[in-house]
């Protein structure tokens, strides 16, 4: 099975800082990786897919970048309603498993 | 609009089982595979399973193997769990997902707004 570790698990951050969030896998999963942005008592939504590709609607200060173990999602400036959770899951094979979250908060 | 409506949550006793539903509409639910996840109060997401748009493919988590089933009704647009053998471990919010895309583009673009399944006695 393949593992994500997504590092750090906490985050701290103000107004229009750049972000980014850190996923590896434990063996190669070529881009078959998503990121998803997760509000308290909301259902997770979709931000990235195939590592780089932005979902439609997604803000452009959202990136992905990454391929085999390595994988980072990056906000270029951190907007108020982008303080949330981010998961990212590998699609590569099952069990698709997510990442343990990275909560991003105020500072 | 695509929508996923998720039902039949509850308490339910160690050993119990319950049914959850999903209803989907707003998308030709027969052509997509589906999901289930869920999320222990104050946790991460934790992948369930997976059925194929034809139920030809069906995945499961190995916490869950077993005990757990999946199922689809094309003719009715709906996506089913039927959870046995429940445990204090099972208890958690569980959402329907649709997975879009094939090969590298897959991933769960929309998600149901969860129905809450608590095991206790």
């Known amino acids: 099975d393949i593992q994500l570790t997504q590092s750090p698990s906490f985050l701290s951050a103000s107004v229009g800082d750049r972000v980014t969030i850190t996923c590896r896998a434990s063996?190669?999963?070529?881009?078959?990786l998503a990121w998803y942005q997760q509000k308290p008592g909301k259902a997770p939504k979709l931000l990235i897919y195939?590592?780089?590709t932005l979902q439609s609607g997604v803000p452009s200060r959202f990136s992905g970048s990454g391929s085999g173990t390595e994988f980072t999602l990056t906000i270029s400036s951190l907007q108020p309603e982008d303080f949330a959770t981010y998961y990212c899951?590998?699609?590569?094979?099952?069990?698709?498993?997510f990442g343990q979250g990275t909560k991003v908060e105020i500072k | 609009e695509v929508q996923l409506v998720e039902s039949g949550g509850g308490l339910v006793k160690p050993g119990g089982s319950l049914r959850l539903s999903c209803a989907a509409s707003g998308f030709t639910f027969s052509s997509y595979s589906m999901n289930w996840v869920r999320q222990a109060p104050g946790k991460g997401l934790e992948w369930v399973s997976s059925?194929?748009?034809?139920?030809?493919?069906?995945y499961y988590a190995d916490s869950v193997k077993g005990r757990f089933t999946i199922s689809r009704d094309n003719a009715k647009n709906s996506l089913y769990l039927q959870m046995n053998s429940l445990r204090a471990e099972d208890t958690a919010v569980y959402y329907c997902?649709?997975?879009?895309?094939?090969?590298?583009?897959?991933?769960?673009?929309?998600w149901g707004q969860g129905t809450l399944v608590t095991v206790s006695s």
């Open positions: 195939a590592a780089s």
């Open positions: 059925i194929s748009s034809s139920s030809s493919y069906i």
């Open positions: 997902a649709r997975v879009r895309g094939s090969g590298i583009a897959n991933r769960l673009d929309y």
């Open positions: 063996q190669g999963i070529s881009s078959y």
């Open positions: 899951q590998q699609l590569n094979s099952y069990p698709r498993r």
